[in-house]
C-alpha cells in the first residue's frame, strides 16, 4: 500500500511513501503523518491510499502522528475542493480546515497537577516547619478522602479537566414554540428535505484523484443528490427564523445526524448562543453545544473542536471556519445572516463559507438553510433560478408591524442651519421625546474616530497617511490623527503643517461616531450616552458589559458602528437613527447599493422589538437613491427587481462570477507592468493574442527539483485544465489602480475577470498562476468571488 501525501511546507504537490508495514492498520486517509523529505522530516496529511504509484525508490512514512486521524475523508475531500476553486494549494486549504489549536497539539488537553503522598518507606526525613506544615495536611486530608472513598461517597481517580468557555452560566431548558402557519409550512419543506436525503452522500465516494468535482456554480443535475437541499429563508427580522433552525435541528438530530450553524462573529454573543444550548441541554435529544470562534482561547477551541470529532457534542455553531467541524454524519447546515461579508475569508485560501456551506451538503447529504432578512443578490439569484428554494416569513412573529421609516433630506437641512448639521430637526425631536418617554435610543454612523480629516481651508492641505492612499482620521479622545487602514499614528497638529502657511485655524471635516457622541452629550446633557465602535472596547468583556449596561437601563442612547447593527435584540428601544446614510453609496464598489440597502434594513430591525412600536429616522442627502427608498418601504423584492437589471447590463455578479487579481508592490512602475504582464498572458491563454495553450502538459514531466521528491505528481489539476478559450464570455477588466491605491507601503494594481463557469476559470487560473514569471518584489493575489474591492 502507498500513501500520498500532502506536506505542510507549501509545494503545490502530493507525494507518494510507502507504509511500512506496522504501520499499515493506522495509516488512512486524513492520518497525520511524519515522512522524510529531503534531509529533514516534516509533517504532512494522507489524502489517498493507492496500490500503485508511477515512482519508484519511495521512501517510508516515518511515523505516525496523533491517535485519531483530525481529517476526516469528507473534510479533506472538501478541502480539494476548496483548493481547486479558490485557487490556492492543497496545504493552504488543510491549514484552514483546522483550528491552528488542534493542528499545532500545543494547547493539548489540560492537565493539572496533582501531589500524591507516596507510601513511606522508614521514617520521614528531616523536614522544615513549612514542609512539616504542608505534609500533615496531605496526611490529614489523605485519611479523610479515604474515608469517603470507603463510604462509597466519593472516587478517587485521574481525569483530564475540560475547558468550557460557557461554564458557570446558569441556562434553562426552552420547549419548541409551537408555530404561526407561515413558519410551519417553511418548516415542513426543510424537514421533507432531511427525510428524503440518503444516506451520507459523501461516504459512497472514495477520495481518489480525478473524480467529478463539486461545485456550487454547476448545475444541480450534475449533483449527487436528488430532492432540492438547499433553502433560502428570507424572512424579516423577527420573523421567527431562529425557531424553524432550532426546531430543523431537532429533526436532523431524531435521525441520528448533527447540525452546523454558522453566525457572523459579530452575533456570536452570548445570547445567541444560549438559545441553542437551552434547547438542546435536556430532553430525549440532549446533546452537548459546541462553540468555535475567535475569541476562545486555544486551550477551549481544542477542547471544543474534540468534543465534535468524538461525537458528544452534535450541534456546532460558531463563525466562519465552523463550516470545517468534523460532524459526522452531518444532516443540517444553517447559514444565519448568509449575506454578511464576514463569512468571506480575507486570506488565503479566499473561501466563502456560505458558498463552501453548499458544497459540503452537497457531498455529504445534508441539508442547507441559509437566512437573511436581506439575502444576498447572489442566493436571490439562486433562488429565482430554482437552484435554491425559497421559503418565505414576510411578517414578524408576534405580528408587530415594522417600524415607520422616515428620511430626512440634509440637503435641505444645511440650507436651513447654514452648514450641516449632525442631528436634523426631526431626529433631535423625536430624541427628545423619547428621553422624556424613558424609552431607548440606539443611534449609527458607520464610521468611527472624531473626524474624517484634517484641512487646512487656506492652503488646502490634507494630513494623509505616507503608508497609504488615505486621509488620516482624528481621534480627539486621544488627540492623535490614525491612519484606519495600516494603524499609522501622529499627533494631531495645532497649526497648519504647510511650511508656507502655518493657519493655526486648521478644520477637522467630516464626522465619526466620536463626534456623534460628543454632540449629543451637549445637545442632550442629562441623557447617558455610550459608545460602541472598536475603539471604545478596550477589554475583552467590555462589549458584553456595555450591551449589558444598556440592556438592563443604565444607557438611554447608544451609538456605535455596524456593531450595533445586527442580530441584537432590546425591547426598550423604540427609535433607530442612521446619522449618515449615503456613507456606504460612495463607495467604489458595484455593491454599495446592496450594501446601503442591507444595513439600512438591518439597522431599522433593532427598533420596536418590545410592546411599543419603532420608528427609524434615515439622515441622507441623497434621499431618493433606490436603496434607501426600497430600504424606507421594506420592499426587498422592488430593490432586487431594479438592482439585478444593473447587474445585468454590466454583467457583474450574480450574473456572471468574478475573480480579482491584486499585484502589490513597492515600486508602482513594477507593479503597473506586470499588471499588464498578466493581462497579455491571459489574454493569450483565452486565444485572444498569439496561441499558447497546452503548456501544461509540457510540465507534467517537469524534473524532479530535489532529491528528496522520490515521488511526485501535480496536485493541481486533478484534470486536464481546460483553455481558457474554453470561456468564450470572459471579460478581463483592468488592469487598473486599486480603489485603494496605496496600503500599508504597497502599490496594488487589479484586473477582475468575469465568467459564468468559474471552476473552469479557476482551474485555468492556477495554470497561469504557476508559469507566471513576475519581479521578485511584485506579488500576485488571486481572490475568487470577492466581496472587498478595495
Ligand atoms: P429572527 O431569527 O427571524 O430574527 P427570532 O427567531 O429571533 O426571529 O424570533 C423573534 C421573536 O419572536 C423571538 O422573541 C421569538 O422567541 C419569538 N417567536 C418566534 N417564533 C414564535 C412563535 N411561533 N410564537 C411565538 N413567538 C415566537
Ligand atoms: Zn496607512
Not at 429563508?233 to 431562529?242: D, F, Q
Not at 507593479?671 to 493581462?679: I, K, Q, T, Y
Not at 524534473?703 to 528528496?708: D, I, L, N, Q
Amino acid at each position: 500500500m502507498i500513501a500520498r501525501v500532502t506536506l505542510e511546507i507549501a509545494l503545490r504537490k502530493e507525494f507518494d511513501y510507502l507504509i511500512p508495514p506496522e504501520l499499515r492498520a493506522q495509516v488512512e486517509v486524513g492520518t497525520r503523518v511524519k515522512v522524510p523529505f529531503g534531509p529533514r522530516q516534516v509533517m504532512g496529511c494522507v489524502t489517498a491510499l493507492v496500490e500503485e504509484s508511477p515512482h519508484t525508490n519511495l521512501r517510508a512514512i516515518l511515523k505516525v502522528v496523533g491517535a485519531q486521524s483530525l481529517v476526516t475523508p469528507s473534510i479533506l475531500k472538501l478541502a480539494r475542493w476548496i483548493a481547486d476553486y479558490y485557487c490556492c494549494s492543497v496545504e493552504a486549504a488543510l491549514k484552514s480546515v483546522l483550528p491552528e489549536a488542534v493542528r499545532k497539539e500545543k494547547a493539548g488537553w489540560r492537565e493539572r497537577l496533582f501531589a500524591r503522598a507516596l507510601p513511606l518507606a522508614g521514617d520521614l526525613p528531616r523536614l522544615t516547619r513549612r514542609q512539616q506544615e504542608v505534609w500533615n495536611v496531605i496526611e490529614e486530608w489523605r485519611e479523610t478522602v479515604r474515608k469517603l472513598e470507603d463510604k462509597g461517597l466519593v472516587s478517587i481517580g485521574p481525569q483530564i479537566s475540560e475547558r468550557d468557555p460557557y461554564a458557570g452560566e446558569l441556562i434553562l431548558p426552552t420547549q419548541p414554540l409551537a408555530l404561526n402557519a407561515e413558519q410551519a409550512a417553511a418548516l415542513q419543506k426543510i424537514i421533507e428535505s432531511i427525510d428524503a436525503q440518503p444516506e451520507k452522500a459523501g461516504k459512497r465516494e472514495s477520495g481518489k484523484a480525478g473524480e467529478q468535482v463539486c461545485d456550487a456554480s454547476s448545475s444541480p443535475a450534475r449533483l449527487p443528490t436528488g430532492p432540492p437541499a438547499v433553502f433560502l429563508l428570507h424572512g424579516v427580522t423577527g420573523s421567527g427564523k431562529t425557531e424553524i433552525y432550532l426546531q430543523a435541528i431537532a429533526c436532523a438530530l431524531q435521525q441520528g445526524r448533527g447540525a452546523i450553524v454558522l453566525v457572523p462573529e459579530i452575533s456570536l454573543t452570548p445570547q445567541t448562543v444560549e438559545r441553542f444550548k437551552a434547547r438542546f441541554c435536556s430532553g430525549p435529544l440532549q446533546t452537548l453545544v459546541a462553540v468555535l470562534h475567535s475569541h476562545l482561547s486555544a486551550g477551549e477551541r481544542h477542547d471544543e473542536w474534540h468534543k465534535i470529532r468524538q461525537g458528544r457534542a452534535r450541534i456546532v455553531i460558531g463563525a466562519r471556519s465552523a463550516i470545517f467541524a468534523p460532524v459526522d454524519p452531518l444532516g443540517l447546515i444553517v447559514v444565519d445572516e448568509e449575506h454578511e461579508y464576514s463569512y468571506k475569508q480575507e486570506e488565503a485560501p479566499r473561501y466563502h463559507a456560505r458558498d463552501v456551506a453548499v458544497v459540503r451538503g452537497q457531498m455529504e447529504g445534508a441539508v442547507v438553510v441559509l437566512g437573511s432578512a436581506t439575502p444576498s443578490l447572489e442566493s436571490f439569484h439562486n433562488a429565482q433560478k430554482g437552484k435554491y428554494s425559497l421559503l418565505q416569513l414576510p411578517h414578524r412573529a408576534d405580528d408587530r408591524k415594522m417600524p415607520l421609516v422616515r428620511v430626512i433630506d440634509m440637503r435641505q437641512e444645511s440650507r436651513k442651519e447654514k452648514g450641516t448639521p449632525i442631528f436634523s430637526q426631526k431626529l433631535k425631536e423625536e430624541i427628545t421625546l423619547r428621553l422624556e418617554r424613558r424609552e431607548q435610543v440606539m443611534l449609527f454612523l458607520n464610521r468611527r474616530g472624531y473626524a474624517t480629516s484634517l484641512q487646512c481651508p487656506k492652503c488646502g492641505f490634507v494630513a494623509e497617511c505616507p503608508n497609504c492612499s488615505v486621509a488620516l482620521t482624528y481621534h480627539r479622545s486621544r488627540q492623535r490623527l490614525l491612519c484606519h487602514i495600516c494603524a499609522y499614528e501622529a499627533q494631531a497638529p495645532t497649526l497648519c503643517p504647510n511650511g508656507k502657511c502655518r493657519n493655526p485655524a486648521i478644520r477637522y471635516a467630516g464626522l465619526g461616531t466620536e463626534k456623534v457622541e460628543d454632540t449629543l452629550t451637549k445637545l442632550f446633557p442629562r441623557a447617558r450616552v455610550r459608545r460602541m465602535d472598536s475603539d471604545a472596547l478596550k477589554r475583552k468583556d467590555d462589549y458584553r458589559r456595555i450591551l449589558g449596561d444598556f440592556r438592563t437601563g443604565k444607557i438611554d442612547i447608544l451609538v456605535g458602528t455596524q456593531m450595533i447593527a445586527k442580530g441584537l435584540h432590546f425591547p426598550n428601544v423604540t427609535l433607530v437613527g442612521i446619522i449618515y446614510a449615503d456613507l456606504s453609496l460612495h463607495q467604489p464598489d458595484f455593491r454599495a447599493g446592496e450594501r446601503t440597502f442591507q444595513l439600512l434594513t438591518q439597522v431599522s430591525g433593532r427598533a420596536g422589538r418590545g410592546e411599543v412600536e419603532g420608528e427609524v429616522v434615515v439622515q441622507a442627502f441623497t434621499p431618493f437613491h433606490p436603496a434607501i427608498q426600497y430600504a424606507r418601504r421594506h420592499d426587498f423584492a422592488g430593490f432586487y427587481e431594479q438592482e439585478i437589471e444593473f447587474r445585468e447590463q454590466l454583467k457583474y455578479p450574480p450574473v456572471s462570477r468574478a475573480a480579482l487579481l491584486t499585484l502589490k508592490g513597492r515600486n508602482e512602475e513594477k507593479v503597473r507592468l506586470s499588471a499588464d504582464h498578466v493581462r497579455k498572458e491571459i489574454e493569450k491563454l483565452a486565444g485572444r493574442g498569439s496561441q499558447k495553450v497546452g503548456k501544461r502538459e509540457s510540465e507534467s514531466a517537469e524534473p524532479v527539483k530535489s532529491g528528496a521528491m522520490s515521488a511526485h505528481f501535480p496536485a493541481f489539476p486533478l484534470s486536464q485544465p481546460p483553455a481558457l478559450h474554453a470561456l468564450p464570455d470572459l471579460i478581463i477588466a483592468g488592469p487598473a489602480p486599486a480603489p485603494l491605491l496605496r496600503a500599508e507601503t504597497y502599490y496594488r494594481y487589479q484586473l477582475m475577470l468575469r465568467t459564468r463557469q468559474m471552476s473552469k476559470l479557476s482551474r485555468s487560473l492556477a495554470n497561469v498562476l504557476e508559469t507566471l514569471s513576475l519581479p521578485e518584489d511584485v506579488s500576485l493575489m488571486v481572490d475568487v468571488d470577492p466581496v472587498n474591492l478595495a
